[in-house]
């Protein structure tokens, strides 16, 4: 099974806002709105800040934020911090045998 | 606190075997799905396995059904993946990982085990 597709970086100054994209298939599960995203720094454990396409879990910052349009999520981040870069990956429950895909994750530097 | 520990990895030859320990703390572990998830040096996250919260289902990514196999003690409070006949690819960190109550995601992490599998 293939992964998502993300673009490998993204940058952005602070204060600005940023747009990370997710692209799948019909066959990723998308049509089940399970899509959630991960912030990872290396090193560290993996923190889920979205959940079902556009749910924000409790203690998250409100500066993160999720969407989907057919087979296309995106999440985005208003105005960017230092502490935001990070590795950000993508996820959706495809519900066959391998049940969940990531993306292929994508780089985000604070300039 | 909620928290997940893994345990277990190391140096291991291809072919050989390894049982990885996730000691859970902090909530009800027997009433949650929990998962794992891989990352190879320098990729990105693979999804492994999953194991429902009485343990009576388990499933596993193609790329490891037929060696790997997930379990767990929920009188322990621990996860378990056994890893069989293991390969070079299967080098990675190993997270456990616990899924949400409602919906399909994972809202609580470990730090990672590393396993490296090499001659």
């Known amino acids: 099974q293939s992964a998502l597709t993300q673009p490998a970086s993204v940058s952005g100054s602070p204060g600005q806002s940023i747009t990370i994209s997710c692209t799948g298939t019909s066959s990723d599960g998308f049509g089940y709105d399970l899509v959630s995203w991960y912030q990872h720094h290396p090193g560290k454990a993996p923190k889920l800040v979205i959940s079902d396409v556009s749910n924000r879990p409790s203690g998250v910052s409100n500066r993160f934020s999720g969407s989907k349009s057919g087979n296309t999520a995106s999440l985005t981040i208003s105005g960017l911090q230092p502490e935001d870069e990070a590795d950000y990956y993508c996820?959706?429950?495809?519900?066959?045998?391998?049940?969940?895909?990531f993306g292929t994750g994508t780089k985000v530097t604070v300039l | 606190e909620v928290q997940l520990v893994e345990s277990g990895g190391g140096l291991v030859q291809p072919g050989g075997s390894l049982r990885l320990s996730c000691a859970a703390s902090?909530?009800?572990?027997?009433?949650?799905?929990m998962s794992w998830v891989r990352q190879a040096p320098g990729k990105g996250l693979e999804w492994v396995s999953l194991?429902?919260?009485?343990?009576?289902?388990?499933h596993h990514a193609d790329s490891v059904t037929g060696r790997f196999t997930i379990s767990r003690d929920n009188s322990k409070s621990a996860l378990f993946l056994q890893l069989n006949s293991l390969r070079v690819e299967d080098t990675a960190v190993y997270y456990c990982?616990?899924?949400?109550?409602?919906?399909?995601?994972?809202?609580?992490w470990g730090q990672g085990t590393m396993v490296t599998v090499s001659s």
């Open positions: 902090g909530f009800t572990f027997s009433s949650r799905a």
């Open positions: 996820s959706s429950f495809r519900g066959s045998s391998t049940l969940y895909v």
């Open positions: 194991i429902s919260s009485s343990g009576d289902s388990a």
């Open positions: 990982a616990r899924e949400v109550v409602v919906g399909r995601a994972f809202d609580i």
